[in-house]
């Protein structure tokens, strides 16, 4: 099944200049690992950008921006899936560069409970911008009602989830900011597995839930 719910140009150009927190770049360099489309725009955002840095070096400009432009906090790393024939050994579940995050694939993963049979991984990284963690949202149930102070990049790993109208299911990203009030719900038969990357903390709708807020660290 191909990707469906792509990262925005926005982020796409942010990751490209390096400019893009370790946070962000972690959640966008993850999509890219799964997304043949989005790692042919990235290629052709770099084509473009390259082009004009050039142009801007041969008139006398800034010869170091092409080397500052490609100096990204994170780079994709797109594994080769060999054939099942080929080779008995189960593909990895996580991508790199999540994998190394981690420090290993799905079963290697030590969770911690949330409540309501969710659970999450923090993942450590060295900005102050952003939250990492990686979610599991047990099949049928949803993630709390919430908004946002700014913005959110959910990444799909396993299983899938509802929003609306929209499914979102493995590779796809989903990207929401402090307008939008939602309720994703994980589809039944399969829990969904998620890297959710936030810039603050989420505004839970219900009192119980922000009163839970410190403890539950989401
Ligand atoms: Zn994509």
Do not use: N
């Amino acid at each position: 099944m191909s990707v469906k719910h792509h990262i925005s140009d926005a982020f796409l150009i942010d990751y490209a200049s390096g400019t893009l927190s370790e946070g962000w770049s972690l959640a966008v360099a993850t999509h890219l690992a799964l997304c043949p489309k989005c790692r042919k725009r990235l290629a052709a955002m770099e084509g473009a950008a390259g082009a004009l840095l050039d142009k801007s070096a041969e008139s006398g400009g800034e010869d170091v921006a092409w080397a500052r432009f490609k100096a990204r906090t994170i780079d994709v790393k797109v594994e080769e899936i060999k054939p099942v024939a080929a080779s008995p050994k189960v593909p990895p579940v996580l991508p790199e560069p999540l994998r190394s995050y981690l420090g290993g694939d799905l079963g290697d993963l030590k969770w911690r409970a949330l409540g309501r049979g969710a659970y999450q991984i923090l993942i450590d990284t060295k900005d102050t911008e952003t939250q990492v963690r990686l979610l599991r949202i047990p099949a049928g149930k949803p993630v709390p009602e919430h908004t946002h102070e700014g913005r959110e990049l959910t990444l799909v790993l396993a299983g899938s989830f509802r929003d609306g109208d929209d499914l979102f299911a493995r590779g796809d990203i989903e990207e929401a900011d402090g307008d939008l009030l939602h309720t994703p719900t994980a589809t039944e038969g399969e829990d969904c597995i998620c890297l959710a990357v936030t810039e603050a903390p989420l505004k839970f709708s219900s009192w119980i839930v922000r009163l839970m807020q410190p403890i539950l660290k989401i």
